[in-house]
C-alpha cells in the first residue's frame, strides 16, 4: 500500500517565485495535512482538510500561503511569492477520521528561497 | 504561543538505559496524545499513543505516561538502543476537531 507522496523532494528557488508543493495522500483516507517543519517551532500546523473542504487555516502564515484539495486523492500548498524565510521542510499528511492519532507523513519537500 | 512544550532539544543516553522525554502541553481540552520518532530525511512516523482516560499506555520498550493534573506527558524507552536515535515530537489533539498540535522535538542520541 502506498504511503502518503509528496512532490518535489527538493526546491530550490529564488525569492520571488511562485513554488507549489504537491501531495497525494493515503487512497481512503479523509483528513489532509500540511506541516512546517522549522528549528524554531517544530512541526507546525499550516492547514487541514477533512473531506477535501479546509477546516482550519490559522495557521497559514500569511496571504502568500495558500492550500487547496480539489479531489480526495490531490493537495497542493502555493507559496506566491516565496521570501527566505519560507525556507523549511514541508510535510503533508493523511489520517482516517474513525482513527484519529495515526496520521501518516509524507517524506517531506524541503524548500530553499534564496 | 506554544501549546506543545518539549523543553528539551536534545537528550544522550547510553545504550541499555531508561530514555526518559518529556512533553508539557497547556490546553486543558486536549484528550488525545502521541508521540511520533523521525529520522534525518524522512517523515515522522507514529509511535504510541494514550487517551485522556489512560494514565499510562505501553508497547514494547516504550511506555507513555499522562499526568493531567500536571498536563505532562513522558515516554520511556527501556532499554534504548542505538536505532532509537531520532527526533521525538509529541503531538495533542482534541476529539472532533482532528487538530494535532505537535511540539519542537527532543533529539535523543543513544551511545553505543
Known amino acids: 500500500d502506498a504511503g502518503v507522496i509528496q512532490s518535489p523532494r527538493h526546491e530550490v528557488t529564488e525569492m520571488g517565485q511562485e513554488v507549489t508543493l504537491r501531495c497525494k495522500p493515503i487512497s481512503g483516507h479523509n483528513s489532509l495535512f500540511w506541516y512546517r517543519q522549522t528549528m524554531m517551532r517544530g512541526l507546525e500546523l499550516l492547514i487541514y482538510f477533512n473531506n477535501n473542504v479546509p477546516i482550519d487555516d490559522s495557521g497559514m502564515p500569511e496571504d502568500r500561503f495558500s492550500a487547496k484539495m480539489p479531489n480526495a486523492s490531490f493537495s497542493t500548498l502555493k507559496i506566491q511569492p516565496s521570501e527566505p524565510r519560507d525556507s523549511a521542510v514541508y510535510f503533508c499528511a493523511s489520517s482516517f477520521v474513525r482513527h484519529p492519532g495515526e496520521l501518516f507523513f509524507g517524506e517531506g519537500s524541503r524548500l530553499t528561497v534564496l | 504561543d506554544q501549546q506543545v512544550k518539549q523543553n528539551s532539544p536534545s537528550l544522550s543516553v547510553q545504550e541499555g538505559r531508561i530514555s526518559i522525554l518529556n512533553c508539557d502541553y497547556t490546553n486543558s481540552m486536549f484528550d488525545y496524545f502521541l508521540w511520533y520518532k523521525k529520522y534525518p530525511a524522512e517523515g515522522p512516523t507514529f509511535l504510541i499513543s494514550i487517551s485522556s482516560i489512560k494514565d499510562k499506555n505501553e508497547d514494547g520498550r516504550f511506555t507513555v505516561f499522562l499526568n493531567k493534573s500536571a498536563k505532562h506527558l513522558s515516554l520511556h524507552i527501556v532499554p534504548s538502543q542505538p536505532g532509537d536515535s531520532a527526533v521525538y515530537f509529541c503531538?495533542?489533539?482534541?476529539?472532533?476537531?482532528?487538530?494535532?498540535?505537535f511540539g519542537t522535538g527532543t533529539r535523543l542520541k543513544v551511545l553505543a
Open positions: 503531538a495533542a489533539s482534541t476529539s472532533g476537531t482532528y487538530k494535532y498540535i
